[in-house]
């Protein structure tokens, strides 16, 4: 994808399409490749931070739709409880009701939990669901990027604006 500069406009920006993915907008984010066999770690959490290569990373998510996007549409996501297990935070809606995403890398599934308070509409469930969906596929597509012989990063939104 080539990025152009952003007008600034959201309105362009459809949370609800199918032609955005999510994409690493982080820096010194490697793969982490823990020691085990690749069948063993299936599914595992796949980022780590360069100055710390063993540990697990939270990393930055956000559409490729642009190179910065709005704060609101930023995902915060890592590893959960287990190494096949990861938590995203991320906002729906115009108001930008917080919600966070339970997933499960190897069973490909994830849950929601809402912020207290938040009345969940049928359209705040059903962008939730279409973000979490794209960040399953985009977390499993890492995963198995990561177990491929010589791959040691990902591409991030800063290679792809760079053209790297």
């Not at 982490?32 to 998510?61: C, I, M, N, Q, S």
Request: aromatic content about 12%.
């Amino acid at each position: 994808m080539t990025y152009e500069p952003m007008a600034n406009n959201r309105a362009e920006f459809d949370p609800m399409g199918a032609e955005w993915a999510y994409i690493v907008d982080d820096n010194q984010i490697i793969y982490h490749h823990p020691l085990t066999a690749p069948r063993l770690r299936e599914g595992w959490w796949p980022f780590a931070r360069k100055d710390t290569e063993y540990a697990d990373a939270f990393v930055r998510l956000s559409p490729d739709w642009c190179l910065y996007s709005w704060g609101s549409e930023y995902v915060l996501a890592g590893r959960g409880e287990q190494p096949h297990l990861a938590v995203a935070s991320l906002h729906v809606g115009d108001c930008g009701h917080y919600c966070e995403v339970h997933l499960d890398l190897r069973a490909g599934n994830w849950t929601l939990a809402w912020a207290y308070g938040v009345e969940v509409t049928p359209e705040l469930l059903a962008e939730a669901g279409h973000k979490a969906g794209k960040l399953l596929a985009y977390l499993t597509a890492e995963c198995a990027r990561r177990d491929k012989a010589g791959s040691t990063r990902p591409v991030t939104a800063h290679d792809l604006h760079r053209g790297a």
